[in-house]
């Protein structure tokens, strides 16, 4: 039988607006994976996420046991499924299958997500000169 982590085994740095921290506590919920939520001010880093991300200085950060942190949120999700193997399994077997996800999510973080925190901090203005950005 797999060994479920404690609840104090797992911390997740983060903040409940980004989308990233979201992704990653979305599959702890899904892999039924007990943590700890630190809630980040982003315009006031804690000590704590300086020294556990010293970086990139960003949200999320997986703090398991006594282990090294790990950072990104893809990164995060390879690691939980890899730790958690038979429950909810994210990506799939396939070494085929799994380069293509890896793709899609790669496509999101750096094309489609920049795009859109652009078009949010377009409000008001012209949408069309945001795009061509």
């Not at 943590?35 to 990139?56: A, G, H, Q, R």
């Not at 799994?98 to 859109?116: E, G, M, S």
């Amino acid at each position: 039988m797999q060994h479920l982590p404690e609840m104090s085994e797992i911390k997740l740095l983060g903040s409940a607006a980004s989308p990233f921290v979201n992704r990653v506590q979305f599959v702890l919920n899904l892999k039924s994976m007990d943590y700890d939520f630190i809630d980040e001010n982003l315009t006031c880093k804690s000590e704590l996420l300086l020294t556990t991300n010293p970086v990139l200085k960003k949200v999320p950060v997986l703090l398991h046991a006594n282990k090294a942190p790990i950072c990104e949120s893809l990164i995060i999700i390879e690691y939980l499924d890899e730790i958690q193997p038979n429950i909810n399994k994210i990506l799939p077997t396939d070494p085929s299958d799994r380069a293509y996800n890896r793709f899609w999510a790669h496509y999101i973080d750096y094309k489609f997500t920049p795009l859109y925190l652009e078009l949010i901090r377009a409000q008001g203005k012209d949408v069309k000169e945001a795009v061509k950005h």
